[in-house]
């Protein structure tokens, strides 16, 4: 059986947890660095939140705005021209 189609045990976790747990109180990795990247990793999940968002919502009125049966189509449609 390889590795891949093992599941994890909980007592596995849980050692790999205390594993964690030492190398945070050893000091090997200073809790600045720990913040920092926490800070850097919330802020790129963020971001990429925004960005998706912005894609998928131009894609969904791009799409709607194929369609002429839907009401206020044209109104957005004027509404970005003008802005342009």
Known sequence: MSKQ??????????????LIADVY???YVSR????R???????MAGFGGVVGATIVVGLLVW??????AIPYIDDLRNAIEQGR
């Not at 189609?5 to 205390?18: I, T, V």
């Open 5 to 18: 189609n093992q599941k994890s045990k909980p007592a596995d976790l849980e050692r790999f947890g205390r």
């Open 25 to 27: 109180e050893t000091g």
């Open 32 to 35: 600045g660095r720990i913040y």
């Open 37 to 43: 990247m926490s800070f850097l990793k919330g802020l």
């Open 63 to 68: 799409v709607l705005s194929l369609l002429d």
